[in-house]
């Protein structure tokens, strides 16, 4: 007999990155389900803005995903505010373009402890809680950059691939933990209408996704407990369509479908903003030159998810 999907009105959810894009559509999204709902940005007067467009108790807190006791401090938030958590979304990300010779240091830092440490830092923390009460679920927000490498977001790629890896690898931890009431989902967004996705040219055959379809998925994950969520689809087919072939024929495939370049060609004047402000994505760092200063010369980007 096939498993009841689970209803998940009453739930709490926690949404990182959760002031815009996705996480904001997430946000929307899991109000719709009747969950009560708690969103972490760096910005936490745009957070407190959009908890207020969105109504229904949404909870606006601070965080840095980057530093440990920033995260501690908003789970502790989130659960003094609304109770346990029973959905955890690590979905806080940015992506700066560029030739990885020519990468600024300190753009590429950024990516590594917002889109790895940063899903690892959430992980640690509210994990132990999801294990003592074997209840809740982690979603781990990655892209089909973490499936496959794309040229101009090097750094980006291997971050993703990271998460991948990792929510696997704590999938299995789970099991030989016996904590079966966790579950885990990985989400793998194509390119998505946001400010991170802004200026990339899409493959042949592929629509550009809005956020919503990507919440839409993240809440049918939830309900499932899905751990592969493809958006679209369609796109884990065409990844195990290829994974077949030689890797020369996968190649020639992704060149004839322009899926080589979707990073590589991407419209710098359209993403300048975006950049700016995803290199303040992390107050520890002091920008450099970096990212957009970069790209004007030779080509650069970025965003958060």
Request: contains cysteine; aromatic residues 4%; proline residues 4%.
């Amino acid at each position: 007999m096939a498993k009841q999907p689970k209803i998940l009105t009453g739930q709490v959810a926690a949404i990182t990155g959760g002031a815009r894009g996705i996480g904001r559509a997430m946000a929307d999204a899991f109000l719709r389900q009747g969950m009560r709902v708690a969103i972490g940005d760096l910005d936490l007067a745009v957070a407190q803005q959009t908890a207020q467009e969105l109504g229904r108790g949404t909870v606006a807190l601070e965080l840095n995903v980057t530093d440990r006791a920033s995260v501690e401090r908003f789970v502790d938030g989130v659960e003094a505010a609304l109770g346990p958590i029973d959905v955890y979304v690590n979905n806080a990300g940015i992506m700066t373009l560029s030739p990885l010779v020519s990468e600024d240091d300190d753009a590429a830092r950024r990516m590594v402890d917002v889109n790895l440490h940063g899903v690892l830092f959430g992980m640690k923390v509210v994990l132990p809680r999801m294990i003592e009460r074997n209840r809740g679920h982690v979603v781990n927000v990655a892209s089909q950059a973490g499936k496959f490498g794309f040229a101009g977001g090097a750094t980006y790629c291997a971050t993703k691939f990271a998460v991948v890896g990792l929510t696997e690898a704590m999938r299995g931890e789970l099991r030989l933990m016996g904590a079966d009431g966790v579950a885990l989902s990985v989400v793998m967004p194509a390119i998505v209408q946001t400010e991170l996705g802004g200026g990339l040219a899409n493959p042949r055959g592929q629509k550009e996704l809005t956020p919503e379809e990507v919440a839409d998925a993240t809440v049918e994950a939830l309900r499932t407990e899905r751990f592969d969520v493809w958006v679209p689809k369609s796109n884990a087919g065409v990844y195990v369509a290829t994974g077949v072939l030689p890797r020369k024929g996968r190649e020639a495939i992704g060149r004839a479908m322009k899926a080589d370049r979707p990073l590589w060609n991407a419209d710098l004047a359209t993403r300048r903003d975006y950049e700016l402000r995803a290199a303040r994505a992390e107050p520890q760092l002091v920008a450099g030159a970096g990212a957009s200063a970069d790209r004007d010369a030779e080509g650069d980007g970025a965003e958060a998810e």
